[in-house]
């Protein structure tokens, strides 16, 4: 974590393992490729949490979407498309978020990968990056309507919702 959240410029193994002073990345890498858990499963012990801890009545879902800048093509979703975070067209992964507020504070509360058509419909580049047989394609609205859902049916106390126009 502590990775992750410093200044290093590109989130890969070595960079991680050179700012946490390790001479080779195996550490970081093992965490990476050998660990075995499940991230909805950690999304929804997050969810619960933060009910304990933050939920209120009044409470606010806030939805945004963001470019994930990438330099190669192999990355699951990613392609040549507008980016907000970069202001233009960039070679990038779509992620659309969901946050929660509340006067207690505010937390990243789910997450969904944005998978343009052209991986959507293509299996070879589907197998290669590992997506899963039953996902489909779904606009940046659809996602984010699946995880304002999952939220509500997840118990999470909110007075509206909130995005910007995507």
Do not use: H
Not at 19 to 31: F, H, K
Not at 33 to 53: G, K
Not at 98 to 123: I, K, T
Not at 133 to 149: N, R, W
């Amino acid at each position: 974590m502590r990775g992750l959240l410093s200044g290093v410029e590109r989130k890969n193994g070595w960079q991680l393992a050179e700012a946490l002073g390790y001479r080779q990345p195996r550490a970081i890498q093992r965490v990476l490729d050998r660990s075995i858990w499940d991230a909805d499963a950690v999304r929804d012990e997050l969810r619960d949490f933060v009910m304990t801890e933050l939920g209120d009545p009044g409470g606010v879902l806030v939805v945004d979407e963001t470019g994930l800048l990438k330099q190669g093509r192999k990355s699951v979703g990613v392609k040549r498309q507008y980016s907000g975070t970069a202001g233009r067209i960039e070679n990038c992964q779509i992620g659309v978020f969901l946050g929660y507020a509340s006067p207690q504070g505010r937390v990243g509360l789910d997450r969904a990968l944005y998978l343009p058509q052209e991986w959507a419909a293509n299996g070879e580049r589907r197998t290669g990056g590992g997506v899963p047989e039953d996902v489909s394609f779904q606009t940046k609205p659809q996602l984010a309507l699946g995880l304002i859902e999952r939220a509500l049916a997840g118990g999470v106390a909110v007075a509206w919702v909130t995005a910007d126009e995507v």
